[in-house]
């Protein structure tokens, strides 16, 4: 049973936007967890592009920083990931997990494809 599903991805134009979405089964309680939103290209390891800790703070890796906003809902055990102004450079697949520790194995993932 996979524990951490994303979903949200999918194919957009430059400037477009999208909402990603990361919702936690079995017994983990996002709000409980640092969390993180990671980025997966063919070219480059996983990389933290957003964090949400567990008191609600966040930060950003420098290229995202101003256009995408991490969020949680608890009561719907569920993370967000809102990304304006996309550009080629957002493409890959998107996972969501604990930062820095796992809190699971690690979902499959959301496509996102940023292309004219």
């Known amino acids: 049973q996979e524990v951490l599903v994303e979903s949200g991805g999918g194919l957009v134009q430059p400037g477009g936007s999208l909402r990603l979405s990361c919702v936690a089964s079995?017994?983990?309680?996002?709000?409980?967890?640092?969390m993180g939103w990671f980025r997966q290209t063919p070219d480059k390891a996983r990389e933290l592009v957003a964090r949400?800790?567990?008191?609600?703070?966040?930060t950003y890796e420098d290229s995202v920083k101003g256009r995408f906003t991490v969020s949680r809902d608890d009561a719907l055990n569920t993370m967000y990931l809102q990304m304006n102004s996309l550009n080629p450079a957002d493409t890959g697949v998107y996972y969501c997990?604990?930062?820095?520790?796992?809190?699971?194995?690690w979902g499959r993932g959301t496509k996102v494809t940023v292309s004219a």
């Open positions: 079995g017994g983990r309680v996002l709000s409980a967890n640092d």
């Open positions: 949400i800790s567990s008191d609600g703070s966040t």
């Open positions: 997990n604990g930062h820095p520790v796992p809190i699971s194995d």
